[in-house]
């Protein structure tokens, strides 16, 4: 017993040194996995002696699910899109205005007003993408800008598809393939995406993240997926090309948020500022392989990016982009129920 | 009298052991489960959390659903559908676990007393590493790039590779390469107490090894064979890490469907209804298992 | 090899046919994908997937990521302390609960000890991240203890059932012997039946242990800032890129327990 008891007593201590309050200088990040460059954070904590730590989470909803009940103690989150919308209706968000910032003329024009937060009164641009269709030519080399590859694919393909199993991404797709409105509630438009769901599927071989290990591998040929993988898969392999639907696909944005319950508001402020300077937005693109919303960061990224096709949209195609809105829970209840029958 | 005093001693004191444990239990385990109750007596919100509004409907929804495009009331199929994919699968999983664990527990229980250590921590050590790269291993081997499959073409027994990533099988393989530790330990510390004595007793009345087996060993060691089954059957349940990576993901499992509720389907209700359904099944399922063969154990004797 | 097998006998009345192959297969088969992944951990190209030629660079970066060494020790130190605290408090309960005749609220204690085997780890991840938020608010206080608090928790059932087991096996003779000797009930627990339960209680330990360092979906939803563990830096890279600095965490902790075997098999060596 008197082990247990000397480990009991080293226990304790351990557990009381880690329970501490956020002192003075600290910043906490709560981002996506693998999303934040060590670097970047370096950079930052050298240049205004702030000691930051980052905490991953996997999902949007895990992230608003822990950052509104409370005691988290993040300081700022990083959502895509259509969640910006929802921390910012919910009240959980800081209104930092970084259209105010020192460094906002460095954003984008395409990115400074998106519909999802005008004005850029909260959040600042990470990194934006696209989901499209990653294809394996050597298995499949006719045209790989279509979503018909996923949806009703040709006999190359039948059997060796993935697909991203995000289930408002798949349904925007589809949704888009038959020419519906993203979030409608349109029963025909969705009676024919169900029926077009359910029956590629028998097509499809997998539905699982992982694009990167697997595909050079040969485990599937083609994919619809993010294109920041696809880029990564192609680099890999240089015959998996990335292709960019014409019925309409996605694009996505994660933004930097300050958190209105955050503890280190002004160390906050000081990293969205931080992040929409060139330089280093280029370090955040070249961790994760994935565009910025900030002009002339791409002196600072790896030159491959300049002239990617994953990162740089055709011209031919940038119309077709759509970005997903947060549906209402009427819709969003008819796209689970459609998602529960198809993967059931 | 006396006897009365000493039984209430004795059973206050069986409760005082068993206080540290329900303590932990209920402030991080059984109590917060009293909100999930809560939760699926509510409506969700519209963004996900819910709303204190009292509804029936997360618990309508576990059993009927509404068809989306005529609007016919059915038993919820597709519920029923994932819950039976997952029983099955525990259900395997646990003989498959119970088939090769068994002897393996048998073999550590059966060493020198100085090594039996040494091969419990052998069993364990893989299980050190982390599940998701434990998982990922066992698709090194079975993917048609892997192990297995270069192995057999280099041997020239087959031409093209054989599929084994993403089907039923894989998810087996991994099933039971995760819970195989979760058997043979508690089947380990029953039998490792053996008394061998009656093992040699039964063959000196010129008993078959499968009698002896079948007839001596397999009750002794049953306790520690209902901690093994439990143990694999239960958790195995919950699980979806494994049967995605290797099996695919296209077919959803019973802790998927939960996942769904508290993530994109943003029904929290739901999810806490669906939760609570499980746990009832999954407890009635469980006494009735206790019993039974703590009525074997006493009959037997 | 004799001194690790045994001597064999011609008739061994514990043998059972079939039985040592199942078992070695049973390792072979635990162990061939491990064994590759270490090989992977050494392996020069960045993916998973493709063999490039030996290099120590995984394990280099490794040990420059702090984000993955400070989640890894963050790991090994709440699932010692889970398996601890969990292995104590269910030795406890089990000689609260076991060989004794029934007695009211019994069927109850089980139940509940149980409990947390049995509901999907999502549903107790999202209680706690309600219950606990909320405490988290009203207390001011974020430490590592609610950790320690949800894991040792869940790995209660884990300790528990193998400890259980094992008592159940043994009879009260001894210990009903010591008593007519005079020997204190403390006395009786810690010079008979601790030493007969060990084998048990160490199942129970090393089951705990690793049911904690793997434990994904209650830590997530539990965790504040700062609180990484490493499963939840896996999670958090799944939709992203795997990279191999995980096989050379893996091989590491691999290394870790081969150590602390060794070590132990030692210390045990020389009571004998």
Not at chain 1, 8 to 33: D, I, K, P, Q
């Amino acid at each position: 017993m008197s082990i247990f008891r000397k480990a009991g007593f080293v226990g304790v201590a351990l557990l009381a040194s880690v329970g501490t309050a956020n002192a003075a200088g600290e910043l906490n990040l709560y981002n996506w996995g693998n999303y934040t460059n060590p670097d970047l954070i370096k950079k930052f904590e050298k240049e205004f002696d702030v000691k930051v730590t980052v905490t991953d989470y996997d999902s949007n909803s895990t992230a608003l699910a822990k950052v509104k009940a409370g005691g988290h103690g993040f300081d700022m989150v990083v959502p895509s899109a259509n969640y910006v919308k929802i921390f910012i209706s919910e009240g959980l968000v800081e209104k930092s205005r970084p259209d105010q910032m020192a460094n906002f003329k460095h954003v984008a024009p395409e990115w400074n007003n998106p519909s999802w937060d005008p004005g850029r009164m909260y959040s600042v641009p990470w990194q934006w993408g696209t989901v499209g269709m990653v294809v394996d030519t050597e298995v499949y080399n006719g045209d790989i800008n279509t979503s018909s590859l996923v949806f009703d694919p040709p006999p190359e393909l039948q059997g060796k598809i993935n697909m991203a199993p995000e289930m408002n991404d798949v349904l925007a797709l589809a949704i888009l393939y038959h020419g519906g409105e993203l979030c409608t509630t349109d029963k025909t438009v969705l009676k024919k995406v169900r029926d077009t769901l359910v029956a590629a599927k028998v097509h499809w071989l997998s539905m699982d993240y992982g694009l990167v290990e697997k595909m050079p591998r040969g485990d599937f040929a083609a994919a619809s997926y993010w294109n920041g993988a696809g880029f990564r898969a192609r680099l890999a392999k240089p015959s998996i090309n990335f292709g960019y639907p014409k019925e309409g696909y996605l694009l996505w944005m994660d933004s930097l948020m300050v958190l209105k319950d955050a503890k280190n508001m002004e160390n906050a402020k000081l990293f969205q500022n931080f992040v929409m300077h060139p330089e280093n937005a280029g370090l955040i693109s070249s961790f994760a392989r994935y565009a910025n919303g900030i002009t002339g960061s791409e002196a600072y990224m790896p030159a491959d990016m300049a002239t990617a096709r994953e990162i740089i949209i055709p011209d031919e195609f940038k119309a077709a982009g759509h970005f997903l809105p947060a549906c209402s829970k009427e819709a969003n209840d008819i796209y689970t129920a459609i998602w529960t029958e198809l993967t059931k | 009298m006396a006897s009365d005093q000493l039984r209430k001693g004795e059973v206050r004191r069986n409760w005082l052991l068993s206080t540290p444990a329900l303590i932990i239990l209920l402030s991080a385990a059984s109590g917060p489960l009293l909100v999930v109750l809560v939760y699926s007596f509510l409506t969700p919100g519209e963004y996900g959390g819910v709303v204190w509004q009292f509804s029936w409907d997360a618990w309508i929804s576990v059993i009927f659903e509404r068809d989306i495009f005529d609007d016919t009331i059915s038993i919820a199929d597709a519920h029923l559908t994932i819950l039976w994919r997952s029983v099955s699968l525990s259900l395997m999983t646990t003989v498959v676990t119970f088939i090769l664990g068994f002897p393996t527990a048998y073999f550590i229980a059966t060493r020198p007393p100085q090594n039996r250590n040494l091969w419990l921590f052998l069993i364990t050590i893989p299980f050190w590493t982390n599940l998701l790269i434990r998982t990922f291993a066992v698709l090194e081997v079975i993917r048609n790039e892997g192990v297995i499959n270069t192995a057999l073409i280099a041997m020239g027994i087959i031409e093209t590779p054989i599929q084994i990533l993403y089907t039923d099988t894989a998810i087996m393989i991994g099933m039971t390469y995760v819970y195989l530790p979760l058997m043979v330990l508690p089947i380990y510390a029953s039998m490792e107490r053996l008394n061998f004595n009656l093992v040699e007793a039964a063959y000196d009345l010129y008993a078959t090894r499968l009698k002896v087996l079948w007839r001596v060993i397999v009750p002794l060691v049953k306790p520690g064979i209902v901690a093994g089954s439990i143990l694999v059957f239960v958790p195995s349940l919950g699980t979806f890490v494994t049967p995605r990576v290797l099996g695919g993901g296209k077919k959803l499992m019973l802790s998927n469907l939960i996942e769904l509720q508290f993530g994109s389907g943003r029904n929290w209700p739901l999810g806490a209804a669906l939760s609570i359904t499980l746990l009832a099944m999954v407890m009635v399922a469980l006494i009735i298992y206790i019993r039974t063969t703590q009525r074997d154990q006493a009959t037997s004797k | 090899m004799t001194a690790l097998f045994g001597k064999r006998k011609k008739f061994s009345l514990r043998h059972q046919p079939g039985f040592t192959s199942i078992a070695m297969a049973c390792f072979v088969l635990l162990y061939a994908p491990i064994i590759i992944l270490v090989i992977y951990s050494f392996n020069e190209g960045r993916y998973i997937a493709v063999w490039e030629g030996f290099s120590l660079q995984w394990y280099i970066a490794a040990w420059n990521n702090e984000a993955v060494i400070d989640a890894t020790l963050r790991s090994l130190l709440l699932a010692f302390l889970a398996a601890l605290i969990s292995t104590v408090v269910a030795t406890m309960a089990a000689i609260g609960t076991t060989r004794t005749s029934p007695y009211r609220g019994l069927t109850s204690i089980h139940t509940l000890i149980n409990q947390p085997l049995i509901v999907p780890e999502i549903v107790t991840g999202v209680a706690l991240l309600i219950v606990f938020a909320a405490v988290k608010v009203a207390t001011g206080f974020q430490g590592f203890f609610y950790l320690v608090l949800a894991h040792a928790a869940f790995c209660i059932p884990f300790a528990y059932l193998p400890i259980r087991a094992r008592l159940e096996g043994m009879d009260k003779t001894l210990e009903t012997a010591a008593a007519d000797l005079y020997a204190s009930r403390w006395m009786t627990f810690r010079r008979i039946t601790l030493p007969l339960l060990w084998p048990g209680i160490l199942a129970g330990a090393m089951l705990a242990f690793v049911i904690s360092l793997d434990n994904v979906v209650i830590t997530e939803f539990v965790k504040s800032a700062g609180q990484e563990t490493l499963p939840t830096y896996m999670l958090g890279q799944l939709r992203r890129v795997i990279t191999p600095e995980i096989n050379a965490i893996s091989t590491v902790l691999l290394l870790i327990s081969l150590l602390v075997v060794s070590l132990y098999f030692i210390v045990t060596r020389k009571r004998t």
